[in-house]
């Protein structure tokens, strides 16, 4: 990500406050290195949760930008952060948007 792109800077504080109210199914978790919007999805099995997964693969691929994505039988969890960026981006806020229309599409 290109550091003077804004979408691509460290979100704020109070930025990420709102995000609680944008986002209200994500959690931004700041207990590493650096915080991360993080969301678990659940599915019926496995095979819908691998088939997510692999739709969300497909949609950061092409986007450049990529998760960290945990999957389990019935259950795949989400992970947007910016290594370049040190945190939370406005780049992962919307990746984490995409996220939620690909599992709404479901």
Known sequence: MDKADPNAQQLSPS???QLQADLPQWEVDATGDASRLTRKFSFGNFAEALAFTNRVGEAAEAA???PLISLTWGEARVDW????????TRNDVNMARMT???FEAD
């Open 81 to 88: 952060w910016s290594h370049s960026a040190g945190g939370i």
């Open 64 to 66: 450049d930008h990529h």
């Open 100 to 102: 939620d229309r690909i």
């Open 15 to 17: 930025e990420l406050e």
